[in-house]
């Protein structure tokens, strides 16, 4: 916590990382001397919640501090339990602790969650070595060892790990103390019976198993009050999950990865020559081994350094705690980076990159992934060497926050000493550049303070009136705008995850719902300070706001509850109003950036990565569904046939740029649903003909036309497409005929409506290319007319991944979006 002059401080603590939500409010009083930090608990709202944590966690927060007499505006700080526990859970109570710092403009600290655990044992007066068994699901736990004495409970272990419990059991029941064992936490409501078969019998209070918001309180206090502990900032944006492991999908990249296979083994991610795109990042496998030594013979060649053996990089791949990542160029492995995990620290042991490709910033991104690996591995702090002599890399970590803190003479030879430099996790790496989703600081010093205003730019803000913030988080992209009373979009900020998805293939929902976590308050701090200089302010603050529209569905759950949990988290923070807003209606509305006359009664294709509908728009929030995709969507179709071809992550930009050379009527495939008579679509069977015509002609040895294919199978989407838009608006008479979503974006779709309905009369409304993609300035249309029409949401709204269109619609015309 910070020192605040030695005065005392409001402390709101929370925590959803079990099925417990904690709550507390306490006066702490920073340490002094020799005198331990102290927080004195003046209200507690605990309570069991099991999966409600996004419905209750901000009323309880406000319930608690009016049980002692106060409210968001007395809080100096906020305290966030950071897991290790339920992932979405963790991701829940950070988010909204974002949410509530950044609107109140206080500091954000975070603690562990096992160690609240722990201090609910010292609580009831269990003393001796405590074990807590925190439950990490499938079979695992997260184990923590304490030894708790009447001055308190004090950690043995230097970071959280995950392991199988029967493999935690059989240590524990191994160790020559484990009669005096005593075991917590809530793992133990699964595992307490394989504990007891083993012999280890004593356990705390079953009502001590939980985390509470005074243990979260007191841990923090412990850690305030340790000579060595590293202070933390107080920035938002550094507060994140404690995971201790990558996701699932990651590990089974590596699992796959780490098999050996034949040289001609396939590289993950997009294929360069296809997709136009350069230089990327995968996590090392076996079948690199060759190669990487080859390259680290070269790159030391004359030097000190031993170089590294194949035999030894396989056997580093072979151990657990690792992360070794390649930089590759059209299959050429350039660069490679890769250490080990530590206790609390990640050791860095090697940054190679081929002389050549020096000075393209692949050092610092290969630093990046690896130091974003020892994160989720659960490290604090990461640490290299590197020779004194070698400016160029000093200067490259001098950039992504390492600093010295030793020297080993002669490390390197005589006259090359080797400096020991350390940064506290995550990397300040791309600090300022908030369109990249990688964890940093806050691109300002924190908390957000505006420089004084000129009567100019005041009278600007008075002049745009009420002001809405929009935030959108359904799926892999976290964007936020402002947008005033006449509709302007003040600033519209959008961090893709892309890089982080490509080499899967698809979106992976855990991975979205990380990084989501992970950009948010960056993307909040940009966001203000674009809208800022719109006004010729330095930046915006919450204070300027009158509301947060926010989607709420229909889209990933764990994504979306995170841009949920934060947009609560904020309106209690600086007292704005809640607006929810659905998806669909959004990318429906975005139509009024190129025609603002836009008006009901219309019909509307909705297409994108998850949907596709077609909608009789009968008035403002009247819509009739008149039929949707039995199966995949346009877009996810794109995406599983440019997988299937090798063509990466997201396929429809590649498969629409190969279409573009290659014939429609090349291939025969399959206009599924055609002629049906109704006004439902079905892209699977599209997909498997494509795929199984692949398989075929790769059987046979030929090869296989890409543009032709591309166009061909684009021709049966936009022929279904367009055929069913057709019969829609004939027989709804209407004389408008819009398009919303992702693949809106896609040329010859546009061109095909067009060409189809000119010819009828019918007006074609499309977005612009910039508001095709999920972006928070549609979100802000349907937002700011929300506003204006009083139609607000409660403080208890949770995220509906399943929305239907029309949810929290209004029948108030929009405003026109005016987007300077």
Not at 179 to 185: I, M, P, Q, Y
Not at 426 to 445: M, V
Not at 734 to 761: M, P
Request: proline fraction near 6%; aromatic fraction near 6%; hydrophobic fraction near 45%.
């Amino acid at each position: 916590m910070s020192e605040k002059d030695n005065e005392p401080q409001l402390v709101l603590a929370v925590d959803t990382s079990t099925d417990m939500l904690a709550c507390a409010v306490a006066r702490w009083v920073p340490a002094t001397g020799a005198v331990p930090a102290v927080a004195e608990v003046l209200a507690s709202k605990d309570h069991l919640c099991r999966r409600r944590a996004n419905v209750e966690l901000v009323t309880t927060a406000m319930d608690a501090l009016a049980a002692c007499g106060h409210t968001m505006k007395d809080v100096d700080a906020v305290l966030v339990g950071r897991g290790p526990g339920s992932f979405t859970g963790v991701r829940i109570g950070i988010a909204t602790a974002k949410g509530l710092a950044c609107g109140r403009g206080c500091a954000l600290y975070g603690a562990s969650a096992l160690d609240a655990m722990a201090w609910s044992a010292w609580d009831v007066g269990v003393r001796g070595k405590l074990v807590v068994v925190g439950d990490a699901m499938r079979g695992e736990v997260y184990p923590g060892v304490y030894a708790l004495d009447e001055r308190g409970a004090h950690r043995c272990f230097a970071a959280e790990t995950v392991a199988k419990a029967d493999a935690c059991v059989a240590a524990l029941a191994e160790s020559p103390d484990a009669s005096e064992l005593t075991l917590s936490g809530n793992g133990l409501l699964k595992y307490r019976a394989r504990f007891e078969a083993a012999g280890i019998a004593r356990f705390a209070p079953e009502e001590a198993w939980y985390p509470t918001g005074e243990g979260l309180l007191r841990s923090a206090a412990e850690v305030a009050s340790m000579p060595q502990g590293s202070p933390q900032t107080g920035d938002p944006a550094v507060v994140l999950p404690l995971y201790t492991r990558l996701s699932d999908a990651e590990e089974a990249e590596r699992t796959r990865l780490g098999l050996k296979q034949p040289l001609s083994v396939e590289l993950t991610g997009v294929d360069d020559a296809l997709a136009g795109i350069h230089l990327q990042l995968r996590p090392m496998t076996l079948n690199d081994a060759s190669a990487v030594a080859v390259l680290e013979e070269r790159v030391y060649e004359g030097s000190a350094h031993t170089p590294w053996t194949a035999r030894l990089f396989e056997e580093e791949l072979s151990q657990s705690g690792r992360s070794w990542w390649v930089a590759h160029d059209q299959g050429t492995i350039v660069g490679f980076a890769g250490g080990v995990l530590a206790g609390a620290d990640f050791e860095v042991e090697e940054v190679v990159v081929d002389a050549p490709r020096r000075r393209e910033k692949i050092a610092s991104r290969l630093v990046a992934r690896v130091a974003y690996d020892a994160q989720m591995l659960a490290a604090s702090t990461v640490s290299l060497e590197v020779d004194a002599a070698n400016e160029a890399a000093r200067s490259l970590y001098e950039q992504l926050g390492l600093v010295q803190e030793g020297i080993r003479p002669d490390y390197y030879g005589p006259g090359h000493d080797a400096l020991i430099l350390r940064a506290a996790l995550p990397l300040a790496a791309d600090a300022g550049q908030p369109e990249r989703p990688e964890p940093h600081a806050s691109i300002r010093p924190w908390p957000l303070t505006a420089a004084p205003r000129d009567a100019q730019a005041q009278a600007a803000l008075a002049a745009a009136g009420p002001l809405v913030l929009s935030i959108e988080s359904s799926c892999d992209e976290t964007a936020m705008a402002v947008t005033d009373s006449r509709g302007v979009v003040c600033a519209s900020v959008v961090a893709t995850q892309i890089d982080f998805h490509a080499r899967f293939g698809g979106v992976v929902p855990e991975i979205a719902s990380r990084k989501h976590t992970e950009a948010i308050v960056g993307v909040f701090e940009e966001t203000l300070a674009r809208a800022g200089a719109h006004f010729g302010v330095d930046t915006l603050v919450a204070s300027d706001l009158a509301a947060v529209g926010v989607t709420a569905g229909p889209g990933l759950v764990g994504a979306l509850v995170v841009g949920v949990a934060f947009a609560k988290g904020l309106c209690v923070g600086a007292d704005l109003m809640l607006i929810a807003v659905q998806h669909l209606e959004g990318h429906l509305m975005a139509n009024l950036f190129d025609t603002p006359d836009l008006r009901p009664p219309f019909v509307a294709s909705l297409v994108s990565g998850g949907n596709t509908m077609l909608v009789h728009v009968r008035a403002w929030g009247d819509y009739q569904v008149l039929g949707t995709t039995i199966d995949d969507a346009v877009g996810e179709a794109f995406d599983k046939v440019a997988k299937a071809l090798g063509l990466g992550y997201p396929g429809g930009p590649v498969i629409s740029r190969l279409s573009a050379q290659g014939s429609p009527r090349a291939i025969r495939f399959p206009r599924a649903m055609l002629h049906s008579g109704d006004y439902s679509f079905s892209l699977s069977g599209l997909k498997t003909a494509v795929i199984t015509y692949i398989e075929g002609e790769n059987r046979a040895g030929r090869p296989i036309n890409l543009p032709d294919l591309a166009a061909s199978f684009e021709a049966a989407v936009i022929d279904v497409q367009v055929a069913k838009a057709v019969r829609a608006v004939e027989e709804t008479g209407v004389s408008d005929f819009c398009v919303g979503g992702g693949v809106a974006a896609n040329a010859s779709l546009r061109a095909a409506y067009r060409g189809v309905f000119e010819k009828r009369g019918v007006r074609v409304t499309v977005p612009p290319f910039s508001a095709c993609g999920d972006n928070a300035a549609m979100i802000g249309i349907c937002a700011l007319r929300s506003y204006n029409a009083g139609v607000f949401s409660p403080l208890t709204l949770d995220a509906n991944p399943n929305a239907p269109l029309g949810a929290w619609t209004s029948p108030a015309a929009p405003v026109p979006p005016i987007w300077e």
